[in-house]
């Protein structure tokens, strides 16, 4: 059975916000009377911290840890919204406010509360951890070395997510915990360098496994990985050989294996796959929200046209639906919906295109001529909350793990680097590795002629888009701004625009500008 990492002892007051990062810990028990109380709650503390990935607040989908909307606002939810929608693959109908300025590319300002949102949640996170860290270097408790460590991973990603989106921010630590006046920004590079040396630091200090939903070894080095993959774009410096470093020892020491079925995980039940690295945890009953996997499952169904109860869900949300510049893709290129339902590719499947019973025409367009019209694009069903080959009973919030991390990303990376001559790549290994992904998926091998740069980029597409990687990706390939590539509905166009080069960042938010005049506004906006 899996552990549910929604620790609910509140020892610290979880409080803060862009405007208040000085705050101290603030104890309801001292912690000898806390520990008295409960010797587990460290770790209930750890796990909390954990869910801020994935969770609202405390009591439920309605709380919320910050001042923003519970359901728009969780850490997860911007991700997929500020990786994937303002990106190539996928749309959204909604138009929430500033929503259809992400989904078209267009129009970005610092008051749009998607980007506020994300921020919101780094910031809340990172104060949360330099709280425990402050508390486990003042007291002696088991397995303090590795709840501490785990802490320094987790506000090592929230700052990751920080150096990719804004580029900057503040830094705060357990060293300036309490102090009164705003902190002064940290560049790009001060933020890059810091999470670093700490990912480094603990790296030899984490063990080889942990608990389901828990960093280990491997989870550091895959973030490590990042990191150095996406340094020329964070400080204009080449570190793929340390990004090989790493994503191999994913590879070859984690013990990782790619699970026998693609859809294993992205399935209820995923927490069995042997390919996830890092999951963030989702449960129907226990850990409810609007911004896990709730939102991508619902998002992508309907209830007028489909069997919820197919993909285990209790609600259709009508929303998301991908484009021709995700499942165009597949077996070569595709450019018609009967070409797809023939590719042989299981992921060209994922696509829900339906069929009128009267007529035998499509329910869903191939051309997204309109992106707030329900009917153009094809949804995604690659995410669903029903187990694997299993009938499940429908819930209204998923159950389903969202896998941060997994091998397949890993084994792309390595191809890539292996491409950018990362010094001990090899290129027939990563010809293996893309072949293994491929053929798991009944798609075509490929040879060492057809492997580059360009076929990785579109690789990825197939594999991981809904996974909150597309839009660093774009950018690392520099396809994301100007005209070299162009998406349907990129900079507001049907066909797709050149957009600025300075989109290549999101605006800090004008909260946050307001609450630290230390902060200035990114260039462009």
Same mark, same amino acid.
């Given at each position: 059975?899996?552990?549910?990492?929604?620790?609910?002892?509140?020892?610290?007051?979880?409080?803060?916000?862009?405007?208040?990062?000085?705050?101290?810990?603030?104890?309801?028990?001292?912690?000898?009377?806390?520990?008295?109380?409960?010797p587990d709650a460290i770790q209930g503390i750890v796990s909390r911290l954990y869910a801020s990935f994935a969770l609202s607040?405390?009591?439920?989908?309605?709380?919320?840890?910050?001042?923003?909307?519970?359901?728009?606002?969780?850490?997860?939810?911007?991700?997929?919204?500020?990786?994937?929608?303002?990106?190539?693959?996928?749309?959204?109908?909604?138009?929430?406010?500033?929503?259809?300025?992400?989904?078209?590319?267009?129009?970005?300002?610092?008051?749009?509360?998607?980007?506020?949102?994300?921020?919101?949640?780094?910031?809340?996170?990172?104060?949360?951890?330099?709280?425990?860290?402050?508390? &486990?270097?003042?007291?002696?408790?088991? %397995?303090? @070395?590795?709840?501490?460590? /785990?802490? *320094?991973?987790?506000? !090592?990603?929230? =700052?990751?997510?920080?150096?990719?989106?804004?580029?900057?921010?503040?830094?705060?630590?357990?060293?300036?915990?309490?102090?009164?006046?705003?902190?002064?920004?940290?560049?790009?590079?001060?933020?890059?360098?810091?999470?670093?040396?700490?990912?480094?630091?603990?790296?030899?200090?984490?063990?080889?496994?942990?608990?389901?939903?828990?960093?280990?070894?491997?989870?550091?080095?895959? &973030?490590?990985?990042?990191?150095?993959? %996406?340094? @020329?774009?964070?400080?204009? /410096?080449? *570190?793929?050989?340390? !990004?090989?470093? =790493?994503?191999?020892?994913?590879?070859?020491?984690?013990?990782?294996?790619?699970?026998?079925?693609?859809?294993?995980?992205?399935?209820?039940?995923?927490?069995?796959?042997?390919?996830?690295?890092?999951?963030?945890?989702?449960?129907?009953?226990?850990?409810?929200?609007?911004?896990?996997?709730?939102?991508?499952?619902?998002?992508?169904?309907?209830?007028?046209?489909?069997?919820?109860?197919?993909?285990?869900?209790?609600?259709?949300?009508?929303?998301?639906?991908?484009?021709?510049?995700?499942?165009?893709?597949?077996?070569?290129?595709?450019?018609?919906?009967?070409?797809?339902?023939?590719?042989?590719?299981?992921?060209?499947?994922?696509?829900?295109?339906?069929?009128?019973?009267?007529?035998?025409?499509?329910?869903?367009?191939?051309?997204?001529?309109?992106?707030?019209?329900?009917?153009?694009?094809?949804?995604?069903?690659?995410?669903?909350?029903?187990?694997?080959?299993?009938?499940?009973?429908?819930?209204?919030?998923?159950?389903?793990?969202?896998?941060?991390?997994?091998?397949?990303?890993?084994?792309?990376?390595?191809?890539?680097?292996?491409?950018?001559?990362?010094?001990?790549?090899?290129?027939?290994?990563?010809?293996?590795?893309?072949?293994?992904?491929?053929?798991?998926?009944?798609?075509?091998?490929?040879?060492?002629?057809?492997?580059?740069?360009?076929?990785?980029?579109?690789?990825?597409?197939?594999?991981?888009?809904?996974?909150?990687?597309?839009?660093?990706?774009?950018i690392r390939f520099n396809k994301f701004t100007g005209s070299s590539y162009v998406w349907p509905w990129k900079g507001n166009?049907?066909?797709?625009?050149?957009?600025?080069?300075?989109?290549?960042?999101?605006?800090?938010?004008?909260?946050?500008?307001?609450?630290?005049?230390?902060?200035?506004?990114?260039?462009?906006?």
């Open positions: 059975m899996r552990k549910i990492l929604t620790g609910v002892i509140f020892a610290l007051a979880l409080t803060s916000c862009v405007g208040d990062l000085d705050t101290e810990p603030k104890v309801q028990l001292t912690i000898e009377e806390l520990l008295a109380d409960d607040g405390p009591e439920g989908p309605g709380s919320s840890d910050i001042d923003d909307d519970p359901g728009e606002s969780p850490f997860l939810r911007g991700i997929i919204n500020l990786q994937d929608f303002t990106a190539d693959g996928m749309k959204n109908r909604w138009g929430d406010d500033g929503l259809d300025q992400l989904t078209t590319t267009s129009s970005w300002n610092s008051n749009n509360k998607f980007f506020r949102y994300l921020y919101n949640r780094a910031y809340f996170t990172i104060p949360q951890c330099n709280n425990l860290i402050q508390i &486990l270097n003042s007291v002696d408790v088991e %397995n303090e @070395e590795l709840a501490r460590s /785990e802490a *320094r991973f987790l506000r !090592a990603l929230a =700052y990751y997510y920080l150096i990719d989106a804004f580029g900057k921010g503040v830094l705060a630590t357990e060293d300036n915990l309490g102090e009164s006046n705003p902190l002064p920004e940290a560049t790009r590079i001060q933020l890059f360098e810091y999470v670093e040396t700490e990912l480094l630091e603990i790296e030899p200090l984490m063990p080889e496994t942990n608990d389901y939903g828990r960093a280990n070894k491997y989870v550091v080095d895959m &973030l490590l990985a990042k990191l150095y993959l %996406n340094a @020329e774009i964070y400080i204009n /410096e080449n *570190r793929y050989d340390d !990004a090989f470093t =790493y994503v191999n020892k994913v590879i070859t020491e984690g013990g990782y294996q790619l699970a026998d079925n693609f859809l294993e995980n992205f399935s209820g039940d995923n927490d069995t796959s042997p390919e996830i690295i890092f999951p963030l945890i989702a449960d129907p009953v226990k850990s409810q929200s609007y911004g896990n996997t709730t939102y991508i499952v619902n998002g992508n169904l309907s209830s007028e046209t489909m069997t919820l109860s197919d993909y285990g869900a209790a609600e259709g949300w009508q929303g998301h639906r991908a484009t021709k510049a995700w499942y165009g893709l597949f077996c070569g290129g595709v450019d018609n919906s009967a070409e797809l339902r023939n590719c042989n590719d299981d992921r060209a499947k994922l696509f829900w295109i339906g069929t009128d019973e009267e007529t035998g025409d499509d329910l869903h367009n191939f051309e997204m001529e309109d992106y707030r019209e329900w009917t153009d694009g094809y949804p995604s069903i690659k995410f669903r909350n029903n187990d694997f080959g299993v009938a499940s009973n429908p819930t209204s919030f998923s159950g389903t793990d969202f896998p941060l991390y997994r091998l397949a990303d890993a084994y792309l990376m390595y191809a890539e680097l292996a491409l950018r001559n990362a010094s001990g790549a090899n290129l027939q290994t990563a010809l293996g590795y893309v072949n293994d992904v491929r053929t798991r998926s009944n798609a075509s091998t490929v040879t060492i002629n057809e492997l580059d740069l360009d076929f990785i980029l579109d690789e990825r597409a197939r594999e991981l888009n809904l996974e909150g990687h597309r839009r660093t990706d774009l166009s049907s066909t797709g625009v050149s957009i600025p080069a300075h989109y290549k960042l999101f605006p800090i938010p004008q909260q946050a500008l307001g609450a630290n005049p230390n902060l200035t506004q990114n260039p462009g906006y």
